[in-house]
Structure formats: C-alpha cells, structure tokens
C-alpha cells in the first residue's frame, strides 16, 4: 500500500475533527507545492488560487461565492496555519465530548459564514473601512474555530482548563479573553480577521444559547448532509437489488438447463456473487 492510499484511508478512517484538519493542512501544502511550480516554471497560478479567498468588494464576491465557504479552509502561512489547527484540535475535542460530529460540522460551516457575512457587511458599511474595502480580503479557519470555541465555553461555561504559567481557569474566561483581544486588535492591523473571529464567536455563542433551549439552529444544514448520505445508501441499495436480480435469473436458468447454459458474462456474476458472500 502506497503512502497516498494510506493518507486515503486515515482520511476515510478518522472522525470529523481530522478530517477538517487534514483537510486544512492538504489544501495549505498544496497551495505551496503549486506556489513552488509556479515561480520555478514562471506561471502565475496567483489569480486561480486568489478565488479561494473571500474578498470584502461585493462586485468581486459576486464572480467568486463559492469562496464564502473555500476561505475558512485556506492559510497562506505555517504560522496561521499552526495556531488555527491547535485551537481547532482543543476545542474541537471538547465539543464532541457533548455534542455529535454533524453538530460539530454545522458550527464550523455556519461560523465561518457568519464571520464571512460580518466581514463583508463592515467592510461595505463602516466608514473606516470605505477605502480599504476595494481589495479586503479575508482567509483562516479562525471564525470556525471561534464558532467552535463560543459554542462549547457556552454549553459548559465553568469547566476548568489547564493553562500553561497561569494554572486551572474556566473556559468562558479563556473565550472571554480571546474575544476581547479581538476587539481591541481591530485599529491595529487584520481588521478584517478580527471581525470574522468576532462574527464566528456570535454564532458559536447563540448556537449554544439555542441548543440549550432545544432549539438546533443548523438542523437544516445537517440534515441536508442526511439526505446526500440517504441518496448514497439508496444508490447502493439499488445496485444490490439489480445484482440480486440477475443472480436470481441466472439462478433460475441453471435449474432449468444447467450451469453449462450460461453464458461466459453470466458465470462472472455468479462467481463475483459467491466472493461477495464468503
């Protein structure tokens, strides 16, 4: 088994969390490989790839809205990169501790639209922003992560984490923390990132204030991910049922003429049925 079919199959393997993470760390390594092609062969990729980034300048977002969901899986540097899988991995272990993998999927996708929206709407709105909304744009997993984050500090606000140098502090400190570092970042550089955080903080925030309640916010979301899953249980069900079939005919034709009356394609399924069922 080649390194690639056994990358293949931790991917298949692994829960939720991994899965967003090994799908962050492949897309950041493959924009970097491709980076390398690029400037060694002189070819300039930059435009291609620049179409995962969420931009702020709606005449821009409008050629490329798919990239409201493809900029929360994109980092151009190790550092970024780093920092936002750490947090994810965190808080991501906590999270299913309580909650179940579409939950977790649904607060990371729905936090970094909101962090997205919040993003778009202050650079089109705020008048600080009016110049440099032009060519703003916004990347990182960090929304998600915040989304993440806010959402679990909320449902158990008084757990305990150990913090290196500090010592044991409730987790709604630590988010607390987090989000105010945020707001206070905005004048100083990356406001746009600060305000995704805050937006995908929100949501987390509310998500988890609903769920409290009773009320599942990103059901909809998550059972659309149901009905894909349905569609693919429903495909191999129909692929048995058409197999049985044709073994059920060719079945029938031995009892009635003998296995030498099949045909060389007949004798096939029969002999792939039998593998099947040991």
């Not at 990371?108 to 202050?122: A, D, E, Q, R």
């Not at 705020?126 to 929304?143: C, D, H, T, V, Y």
């Not at 609903?210 to 059972?223: A, E, M, T």
């Not at 058409?242 to 079945?251: A, C, E, H, W, Y």
Request: hydrophobic residues 45%; contains cysteine; glycine residues 6%.
């Amino acid at each position: 088994m080649t390194i690639i079919h056994k990358l293949i199959n931790e991917f298949k393997n692994a829960n939720i969390l991994y899965k967003l993470i090994y799908l962050n760390v492949g897309i950041f390594l493959l924009y970097n490989i491709l980076s390398v092609i690029s400037s060694l062969f002189i070819l300039d990729v930059g435009p291609s790839l620049e179409k995962l980034i969420l931009p702020s300048n709606t005449s821009t977002l409008i050629k490329q809205p798919w990239s409201i969901i493809s900029y929360m899986f994109f980092h151009k540097t190790f550092i970024h990169l780093l920092f936002n899988m750490i947090w994810l991995h965190f808080a991501g272990k906590l999270f299913l501790d309580y909650f179940n993998e579409k939950q977790f999927f649904s607060t990371y996708i729905l936090g970094g639209i909101c962090g997205g929206i919040l993003f778009i709407l202050s650079f089109n709105y705020l008048p600080a922003f009016e110049i440099a909304n032009q060519n703003a744009k916004a990347m990182g997993a960090s929304a998600s992560v915040l989304a993440i984050m806010f959402a679990i500090s909320t449902h158990i606000p008084n757990y305990r984490i150990q913090i290196p140098f500090i010592g044991m502090i409730k987790i709604k400190y630590l988010a607390l923390a987090l989000i105010i570092l945020d707001v206070i970042s905005i004048p100083k550089g990356n406001a746009g990132g600060h305000i995704a955080h805050i937006g995908g903080a929100l949501f987390g925030y509310i998500y988890a204030k609903q769920l409290n309640k009773g009320i599942d916010i990103s059901k909809n979301l998550y059972q659309l991910i149901n009905i894909v899953s349905l569609k693919n249980i429903f495909k191999k069900q129909n692929k048995t049922k058409k197999n049985q079939t044709k073994i059920d005919t060719i079945l029938e034709k031995i009892s009635k003429s003998g296995y030498s009356s099949l045909n060389k394609q007949e004798k096939e399924i029969l002999f792939n049925a039998s593998k099947e069922n040991k």
